[in-house]
């Protein structure tokens, strides 16, 4: 199956600091997601980008498909930031049904104050 | 904006008991998922469904496992015989390209 790793495995930074989350996949894909895991273990929607850029306040997503790759930007961090950063991809099977997202192992970011 | 819930939040249960997990989906959502996550680990895929029929299941979705809609809105998952194993977050998402996940289910085998 897809094989999705994601990198830097643990990201300290102080209030303020930008970031970059990076999400690498093995295959091509139908549907990338990124979520935000907060410390009620709740996966809170933040984009869905098979491809392109999106921007939603603070955050931005790019997906550049071809090359199997989508960073996610954190821009002046704040502690609420802090949490657990999944991206999770469906692999492209063809047809039209809609499949499993797979998980990589995430990105704990913790911002201090 | 229209959202998943779960419940309950969270249940203890003594090893060998049945327990189920439900979930309302988001309403004209057709497909509907469970994914599970053990503490400190990623995020695994165990079961979709469509059509009143899994679609697809992972090898964690054994012969324990069911699924079910038993009245057209709630989504269910069954497990038989609770495993200390099965302690996990339990989630359900919905929906069809883009999946909208509830806030989980919190499951403790004792």
């Known amino acids: 199956g897809i094989q999705v790793e994601q990198s830097p495995p643990d990201l300290i930074l102080q209030e303020g600091a930008n970031s970059t989350l990076r999400c690498n996949f093995s295959d091509s894909v139908n549907n990338l997601q990124w979520f935000h895991q907060n410390p009620w273990g709740q996966l809170i929607n933040l984009f869905y980008?098979?491809?392109g850029t999106k921007q939603n306040g603070r955050l931005s997503a790019t997906t550049v498909a071809t090359e199997r790759y989508s960073l996610l930007y954190i821009s002046s961090s704040q502690t609420t930031d802090s949490g657990v950063y999944f991206c999770?991809?469906?692999?492209?099977?063809?047809?039209?049904?809609?499949?499993?997202?797979?998980f990589g192992q995430g990105t704990i970011l913790t911002v201090h104050p | 904006e229209p959202e998943v819930t779960q419940t309950p939040s969270h249940q203890v249960t003594q090893m060998g008991q049945e327990v189920i997990l439900r979930c309302v989906p988001i309403s004209n959502h057709l497909y509907f998922y469970w994914y599970r996550q053990i503490l400190g680990q990623k995020v695994e895929f165990l079961v979709s469904?469509?059509?009143?029929?899994?679609?697809?299941k992972s090898e964690i979705f054994d012969d324990q496992f069911s699924v079910e809609r038993p009245d057209g809105s709630n989504f269910t998952l069954k497990i038989r015989s609770t495993k200390l194993e099965d302690s996990a977050m339990y989630f359900c998402?919905?929906?069809?390209?883009?999946?909208?996940f509830g806030p989980g289910t919190r499951l403790t085998v004792t």
């Open positions: 469904f469509y059509n009143n029929e899994i679609s697809e």
């Open positions: 999770a991809v469906e692999g492209d099977a063809g047809g039209t049904s809609y499949g499993k997202l797979t």
């Open positions: 998402a919905t929906g069809t390209r883009e999946q909208y």
């Open positions: 980008i098979p491809s």
